[in-house]
């Protein structure tokens, strides 16, 4: 039998042993990032989801005292940079610009190697990115009611452009198709630049675009807009209704938020979400993003979890009502 000295001692040792692990987390916490961190964007560079990736990692840089590396790898409607994200060990050093097109693709793709919800660590979510309605000037149509009345007088004639099959224009359209009982002809291109110059030479009508990359149409006349797909209406498009006060409980808009993979300390994850929190309190960064046409979104870890499940479910039942495929 075990005498009592060393009992209480083998006790002693264990209750050490076992506060180990938490020791050892809030140590790497502490020293974390102790080297280069990388930001996967699985879109090319240049775009908003590249900026604000850059915007992210020079303030973290700057206030974590290592450099956090953009690092974009499109391919596959952006799953193979999304899957090295997932796949990279779990211990801060390499995160993922998490975005709409990881909720779409949950769906719209069968045979991916991840499952999105169960995989990703949220960190917090970054910035909203508002859609807006527009049309050729040539239809005859100044708002969203003249414009359903329109459509349901031309079933099946009305071209609606996407930056492509699955991404956020098209399934934004589908969810207005869906909630109004319109027939419009998906007409998908190859990006967004290519669909705004078919829309505004006339070969295809309307568009739900984002707001960044249509507003210069908007404000020169070249594109007539609408609404906003927000749910309130916009402070650089004051004059616009939102799609919703026409189409009750309509609402469609882009995110950009951080992850890593699941598994990675809590105490990391916390870390860097109030930085970013940090980061959207700056004038300088505030302004920056709102520039873009986004809208600063800081959140939680859990609520940007609760979001990415919420969205994706939104996005999945748009997908299986309008059976879009992947191309």
Request: charged share 15%; aromatic share 6%.
């Amino acid at each position: 039998m075990m005498k009592l000295p060393h009992r209480r001692q083998f006790l002693h040792l264990a209750a050490g042993a076992a506060a180990l692990p938490a020791v050892s987390r809030m140590a790497s916490a502490q020293a974390y990032p102790s080297r280069p961190v990388r930001i996967i964007v699985v879109f090319p560079s240049g775009g908003v989801a590249s900026i604000v990736a850059r915007l992210m990692g020079q303030w973290l840089s700057e206030h974590l005292g290592q450099p956090f590396v953009i690092e974009n790898r499109p391919g596959a409607g952006g799953n193979l940079g999304t899957e090295a994200a997932l796949r990279a060990p779990a211990d801060g050093y390499t995160l993922l610009l998490v975005g709409t097109n990881n909720f779409i693709n949950a769906t719209l793709y069968d045979n991916l190697k991840f499952n999105f919800i169960h995989d990703i660590a949220p960190i917090a979510n970054i910035i909203q990115t508002p859609g807006v309605m527009e049309v050729n000037p040539s239809v005859p149509a100044k708002t969203v009611p003249e414009f359903i009345a329109y459509a349901k007088a031309n079933p099946g004639k009305i071209n609606m452009a996407s930056a492509g099959n699955g991404t956020n224009s098209h399934v934004y359209g589908e969810l207005f198709k869906t909630m109004t009982g319109l027939d419009m002809l998906h007409v998908p291109y190859r990006g967004s630049p290519q669909a705004l110059t078919d829309l505004i030479g006339g070969q295809v009508q309307v568009m739900f675009d984002n707001v960044p990359s249509s507003i210069g149409h908007i404000g020169t006349g070249q594109l007539r807009a609408l609404a906003v797909t927000t749910s309130t209406r916009l402070a650089v498009l004051p004059e616009l209704p939102t799609v919703g006060e026409f189409v009750p409980g309509y609402a469609a808009v882009a995110y950009n938020g951080l992850g890593a993979p699941k598994g990675t300390p809590t105490d990391i994850i916390d870390k860097l979400g109030k930085q970013i929190d940090a980061a959207l309190d700056d004038p300088q960064i505030r302004t920056r993003l709102t520039e873009l046409g986004g809208i600063p979104m800081p959140t939680t870890s859990h609520d940007f979890g609760k979001l990415i499940a919420d969205e994706t479910e939104k996005w999945g039942k748009v997908i299986r009502a309008a059976n879009i495929k992947a191309e």
